[in-house]
């Protein structure tokens, strides 16, 4: 038997929470801010705060998905020397919390490392797969290649805009579950989760995909029951972000964090399915 | 005749122009490296764009607009006591510094203004570094009556403020970017954000053979008429095609316009002048070909300045418009094959060749085309050296110097002398 064989462990723990009668709360952070210990520290709390998956940002020079907040925390762990290898080393330290941890990449540093090298270590650190905010399934045919080979998750994104042959092209691309971009635009809170999200989902599952989670603009705990309502997970960044870059002091940090999650996760709980 | 009239027909199509097509791919280069928000309106773009190709109309009005508002033909111009400093080479400049708004951005702004006409939008984006494209697309808003907001990192709006006010005196809104470098590349990933949030109302007028395709394929296209002018004026004046062409990449869109049309003329030499900066061993330059390595940034795969890590790298260059970490498919691609060659001018030396033509002919040309002239000084001693007869070197002058008096004036010192 292959890792091909494997089942994707992000689609179990959806499932398993399924079965409960609930959705995933999946957060993301990026690795190296404040600095690398402390993201490590960050995301085991927001873990221990109710946070089903982890999603780690590698931090890039270019990142054209992401809105202010995410921009400002990646060029601090930048400037501050978080290297690509530490994602890696961030990865295990988080994945010990027995969560599926995924790593969201723009497609240059992988590239750069070697897509079945980076595939490779990912693995190897305990990683679940990549979440590829700027590779589409057309021009992804080394990473499918290589994911399948090392066992990991491919999660792909699909908006608003994209057709229904594009849908099913990119559910039956994605392994994990599909990311639903809930509106046009970059991420960041936001007033309200746009109404295209629901349709939008509604429309992914339709054209193929077993589990489709929402992301882009989600931030209070009512936003997440909204979406926890019609969707299999809710990603939240952001504002999770927004707790550590206010916080005074790491400890405050963390602290910020708990509370937004445990926000969040009980927002996630109470919704109606 | 068809948009395409300075293109090609297919019979006439050699073996170099067929391989280099129409995208996604160069070879190994190019493809959309974006995300799946944008996908719709990339295809939306190459779709309508494939219809106008084809559709005699967008043609005729693109011609009637180049020869009514942009100036074109443009003219060559013969340079010998310039020439007379590249070995005895003949040289021989096309002249883009003459377009209306002073550079060969024109030429795609206009196509890619009436191309948004046509898919009903009513608001233009754009990235501009050292202000030419902006100027240009604010100029083609402002004829076709469309909302447009450009896209500047703050580092440059400061060192280009007058380019600032002319894209506010054509009625363009200016934002400056204040992220990551504060450089062209940042002002890039700002308009990606601008277009990927506004994609329904929005066309987001690309300014070089960069970016996700169609743009590398349809900014060339729209360049191209460069070339396919000069080839047939440099037969008129000299009976035989040029041996070399010698044009500056930044992006690479007015050099691709000029060597499209020879890329089967295997005899002619097509070569590319990269921003050497301070010396491409000195690690600050924007020669991204000489000194860089294939990856992926702003939506193509191509040759990068990057890090170990993968990590864009901050360029550097006296000319803002050269100053920029990646470059065209195309190029990345001609390089690969070999049908182009790409090297380094140094910022001194670019700054020789711009003082040498002001002096000698009374042209003061941009410091980009500046480094196109330095390459012919190289090439026509290089080729003189060799015992040729007299070579003919084409360079591509894609714009007029008048923006670049101030970099000028404190280069050669020219304020604190008083007179000069």
């Not at chain 1, 931090?59 to 054209?64: A, M, Q």
Request: aromatic share 6%; hydrophobic share 40%.
């Amino acid at each position: 038997m292959t890792v091909t064989d494997q089942v994707s462990r992000t689609a179990a723990r959806i499932d398993e929470l399924r079965s409960e009668g609930r959705a995933a709360l999946v957060g993301y952070l990026p690795v190296g801010y404040p600095d690398l210990e402390g993201s490590i520290a960050a995301a085991r709390q927001m873990v221990a705060a109710g946070v089903d998956i982890v999603e780690l940002g590698v931090p890039y020079s270019d990142p054209v998905m992401d809105g202010p907040m995410i921009q400002r925390a990646v060029e601090h762990a930048l400037a501050s020397g978080t290297r690509v290898r530490d994602t890696l080393r961030a990865v295990e330290g988080v994945a010990e919390t027995g969560v599926p941890v995924l790593v969201m990449t723009y497609w240059n540093p992988v590239v750069r490392y070697g897509v079945d090298a980076f595939a490779r270590d990912l693995a190897a650190a305990g990683g679940a797969g990549l979440i590829t905010p700027d590779l589409i399934p057309d021009e992804a045919g080394e990473w499918l290649t290589a994911s399948q080979e090392h066992g990991l998750d491919r999660v792909f994104l699909v908006a608003p805009s994209s057709t229904s042959e594009r849908l099913a092209m990119t559910a039956s691309a994605s392994r994990g579950f599909v990311y639903a971009a809930s509106t046009m635009g970059v991420t960041g809170t936001r007033a309200s989760v746009g109404s295209d999200a629901e349709r939008l989902v509604a429309d992914t599952r339709r054209a193929g995909a077993e589990r489709v989670c929402v992301g882009l603009g989600v931030s209070t705990a009512e936003q997440a029951a909204e979406v926890a309502g019609y969707a299999d997970g809710v990603i939240v960044g952001s504002a999770l972000v927004r707790a550590l870059v206010d916080a005074e002091s790491a400890a405050a940090g963390l602290d910020g964090i708990a509370e937004v999650a445990q926000d969040l996760a009980t927002g996630i709980r109470g919704a109606r399915r | 005749m068809t948009a395409t009239q300075d293109q090609p027909s297919p019979q006439e199509v050699g073996p170099t122009t067929q391989a280099a097509g129409s995208g996604p791919y160069f070879g190994d280069f190019g493809g959309r490296f974006v995300p799946e928000a944008l996908i719709e309106a990339l295809d939306e773009l190459a779709t309508e764009y494939d219809k106008a190709k084809a559709d005699p109309e967008f043609g005729a009005e693109l011609s009637r607009l180049h020869r009514t508002y942009t100036g074109r033909p443009s003219i060559i111009t013969e340079v010998p006591r310039f020439a007379a400093h590249c070995g005895g080479a003949r040289v021989i400049l096309k002249r883009e510094d003459l377009n209306h708004t002073g550079s060969h951005k024109i030429n795609n702004v206009l196509g890619q203004a009436l191309l948004t006409k046509r898919l009903g939008k009513s608001r233009v984006i754009a990235e501009t570094g050292a202000g030419q494209h902006g100027v240009a697309t604010a100029t083609a808003a402002a004829l076709f009556d469309l909302d447009c907001v450009i896209y500047m990192g703050e580092e440059d709006t400061r060192r280009q403020a007058l380019n600032v006010a002319r894209m506010r005196l054509l009625g363009a809104e200016v934002v400056p970017v204040t992220t990551g470098s504060r450089t062209l590349k940042d002002a890039i990933n700002e308009a990606l954000r601008d277009w990927v949030t506004n994609v329904d109302s929005t066309n987001y007028v690309f300014g070089t053979v960069g970016g996700p395709h169609p743009f590398p394929a349809m900014v060339r296209d729209l360049q191209r008429i460069i070339g396919v002018e000069a080839r047939q004026q440099v037969l008129d004046l000299t009976g035989r095609l040029p041996d070399v062409i010698a044009a500056c990449v930044g992006g690479g869109s007015n050099a691709i316009g000029i060597f499209h049309a020879f890329l089967d003329d295997t005899d002619v030499r097509l070569v590319g002048l990269e921003a050497g900066g301070d010396g491409v061993e000195s690690g600050r330059h924007a020669a991204t070909i000489s000194g860089g390595a294939p990856g992926v940034l702003h939506g193509a795969r191509s040759f990068l300045l990057q890090d170990e890590d993968g990590q864009t790298v901050e360029s550097h260059s006296i000319s803002a418009g050269l100053d920029y970490p990646g470059v065209g498919p195309e190029h990345s691609w001609l390089s690969t094959i070999g049908r182009a060659e790409y090297r380094p001018i140094t910022d001194a030396q670019a700054m020789e060749a711009f003082r040498l033509l002001c002096r000698t002919e009374g042209i003061i040309p941009a410091i980009e085309s500046a480094h196109a002239l330095a390459g012919a000084m190289q090439l026509g001693q290089e080729l003189t050296a060799q015992g040729e007869d007299p070579p003919v070197i084409l360079v591509n002058l894609s714009g007029r110097g008048d923006k670049d008096v101030e970099t000028a004036a404190e280069w050669f010192s020219l304020l604190d002398e008083g007179t000069s």
